[in-house]
């Protein structure tokens, strides 16, 4: 089925690549880096769970390391490629960037991709990864937004490694698939939320050998903060409420 969208107009970006900042997981705001991602799945080289985003680098640097690029067909070698440029990119210690855009008018739906639900905006950000602590603050301006707002904070978080799991105070977007675009669960569309996240940072399984059948597994729990909105599509309030979840994924079965 073809898509068709309102005309958009990216003027700038400090980056290299959709999507691509220092980072300890993989967020929600590029298409061609979870194209990358479930390209190597189909071909067996990713062998976790991948439908739970923001997704841990942890896991999937294991597997490209363990992966013999010459034996992969070209398109599983461009998408190999691409996830080694990204997780480079993602393990410096520091970086920043900017990004300009402006749309015809807002996005009414927002698919998985950077958020331009605004006329138009400039978003700025600093980031810093260390080995068991990374921090982010983004701020960003918003003109004609369908929520109403000029400035928000979306996409700053402080995160720490405690064992192998990963405890973040946060206000991004989370991405529960398993679905492409608009999943019933938790996707771009929705604003970002202020809370707390806890993830396993490495899927893989270790315990007990009569529980290995689970194969890797993750495990994601949120408490966040729903901020009271108008939405300009409908004049419809939204009030201040609170949002909890878990999630548990596993592949007991290469693929499955």
Do not use: C
């Not at 010459?70 to 480079?88: R, S």
């Not at 905006?121 to 369908?146: C, F, H, M, P």
């Not at 990963?166 to 970002?192: F, R």
């Not at 809370?195 to 315990?207: A, F, I, K, Q, T």
Request: charged share 15%.
């Amino acid at each position: 089925m073809v898509r068709f969208t309102r005309p958009s107009l990216v003027l700038g970006s400090l980056l290299f690549g959709s999507g691509v900042h220092a980072s300890p997981w993989i967020g929600t705001d590029s298409p061609l880096l979870r194209s990358s991602v479930e390209m190597l799945v189909s071909h067996g080289v990713i062998k976790r769970p991948v439908n739970t985003y923001p997704l841990m680098w942890k896991g999937i640097a294991q597997d490209l390391h363990n992966v013999t690029v010459k034996d992969l067909a070209p398109q599983a070698q461009f998408a190999y490629h691409h996830l080694q440029h990204a997780l480079k990119f993602a393990q410096q210690g520091s970086s920043s960037s900017i990004r300009v855009f402006s749309n015809s008018e807002p996005d009414t739906w927002q698919g998985f991709d950077a958020r331009n639900q605004a006329k138009s905006g400039i978003e700025t950000s600093g980031q810093i990864t260390g080995q068991t602590v990374s921090a982010k603050v983004s701020v960003n301006y918003r003109d004609e937004s369908l929520d109403g707002k000029y400035i928000n904070y979306d996409g700053s978080y402080l995160a720490m490694l405690l064992g192998n799991w990963s405890l973040s105070g946060e206000k991004i977007n989370h991405w529960w698939g398993p679905s492409q675009d608009n999943p019933l669960v938790l996707s771009n569309n929705a604003q970002a939320m202020t809370g707390v996240r806890l993830s396993r940072h490495d899927s893989n399984y270790y315990g007990p050998s009569w529980l290995s059948f689970v194969g890797s597994w993750n495990f994601t729990a949120i408490a966040a903060k729903q901020q009271s909105q108008v939405s300009r599509i409908d004049e419809i309030k939204i009030d201040d409420g609170d949002f909890w979840g878990w999630r548990f994924t596993s592949t007991p079965i290469t693929g499955l």
